[in-house]
């Protein structure tokens, strides 16, 4: 099964794509964790990307789309996977169909955690608080500037492609300001009509 979580920063996509890869046993591919990572090995990918990413911007659609080919092509994703955090503009939405296709597979279902988007700034703040009282490193790109970047970058660039999964008959709309265990039941519901079919 192939699925992908669509909704803004701070709407629970990774701690979602978590808990359902966890249930179904196929990965969780999340570029933002990815590119974390090429930044803190200092990577080339990383070293471009470190600023955009600090800033809130859009890491440049031919690194993602490629980070995102060599990560499906491993064994591991042979049965499915949860895209998370792409595709983020239309080019790698036209990107991974295109990828799908070589491969004979297609996306499944797109899960839309729809959320308050007033109340995201809180939630990303109290990310911020809670990672630090754990002794955590906070993000880099948590805090009110890049989240207003991150934000603007969102609907100017990835709320387009709800409508073209909607388009494709693809969207399923989920309440994401519901608590977490709520949030996860709306979708082993959705999830379990895919796995009766
Ligand atoms: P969030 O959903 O909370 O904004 P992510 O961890 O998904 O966080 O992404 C963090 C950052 O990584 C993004 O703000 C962006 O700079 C970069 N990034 C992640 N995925 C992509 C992508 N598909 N395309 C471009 N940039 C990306």
Redesign the pocket.
């Known amino acids: 099964m192939i699925l992908m979580l669509l909704?803004?920063?701070?709407?629970g996509?990774?701690t979602q794509s978590q808990l359902i890869s966890d249930k179904l046993g196929i990965p969780q591919l999340?570029?933002?964790?990815m590119?974390?990572a090429a930044v803190k090995a200092g990577t080339p990918i990383g070293m471009k990307?470190k600023k955009?990413?600090a800033e809130?911007?859009?890491?440049?659609?031919e690194?993602?789309i490629g980070i995102?080919a060599d990560r499906i092509a491993e064994p591991d994703c042979a049965k499915g996977f949860i895209l998370?955090?792409?595709?983020?503009?239309l080019a790698?939405a036209d990107a991974l169909d295109t990828l799908l296709k070589s491969r004979g597979s297609k996306i499944d279902c797109v899960i839309e955690l729809k959320v308050d988007d007033t109340k995201l700034v809180d939630r990303?703040e109290c990310r911020a608080r809670e990672t630090q009282a754990a002794g955590g490193t906070v993000?880099a790109?948590d805090n009110a500037d890049?989240l207003k970047t991150?934000l603007i970058?969102?609907y100017r660039e990835t709320a387009p492609i709800i409508g073209y999964y909607f388009a494709h008959g693809l969207l399923k709309p989920v309440d994401g300001m519901a608590p977490i265990e709520d949030v996860s039941r709306q979708i082993d519901e959705i999830l379990s009509e895919f796995q009766a079919a």
């Open positions: 909704g803004p920063p701070g709407a996509k990774g999340s570029t933002g964790d590119l974390r990307a955009i990413m809130g911007g859009l890491v440049h659609d690194i993602v995102i998370d955090g792409f595709p983020r503009t790698q990303i993000r790109d890049a991150r970058a969102y």
